[in-house]
Nanobody
Framework: QVQLVESGGGLVQAGGSLRLSCAAS????????MGWYRQAPGKQRELVAN???????NYAASLKGRFTISRDNAKNTVYLQMNTLKPVDTAVYYC????????????????WGQGTQVTVSS
């Protein structure tokens, strides 16, 4: 199967930066789309950004300009550079992998990481 492991979360002061990483492992030939979502307490999970294997990206409109998503296809890893962080960015950040190709078939599911906490203090 496929496993996703996030890292890089933590506590940062407002105005600071963090870089999240998410590495996918398992029987993987390629991953079409990798993305980051976040869920704040009492709120629904929301898209932060995603990136396709061709490098095309999609951002939540409110975050474009402060957050940058990138990926390393050879390492099946996606990154999220977060700058000028605000207390409202406090949330658990999850990565996902969509349309994962095992070489002869696509897995029927999307895969999620366990989440990493990002806390921004004022």
């Amino acid at each position: 199967q496929v496993q996703l492991v996030e890292s890089g979360g933590g506590l940062v002061q407002a105005g600071g930066s963090l870089r999240l990483s998410c590495a996918a492992s398992g029987n993987i030939f390629s991953i079409t789309t990798m993305g980051w979502y976040r869920q704040a307490p009492g709120k629904q999970r929301e898209l932060v950004a995603n990136i396709n294997s061709d490098g095309s990206t999609n951002y939540a409109a409110s975050l474009k300009g402060r957050f940058t998503i990138s990926r390393d296809n050879a390492k099946n890893t996606v990154y999220l550079q977060m700058n000028t962080l605000k207390p409202v960015d406090t949330a658990v950040y999850y990565c996902d992998a969509e349309k994962v190709y095992a070489g002869t078939y696509y897995y029927p599911f999307d895969y999620w990481g366990q989440g990493t906490q990002v806390t921004v203090s004022s």
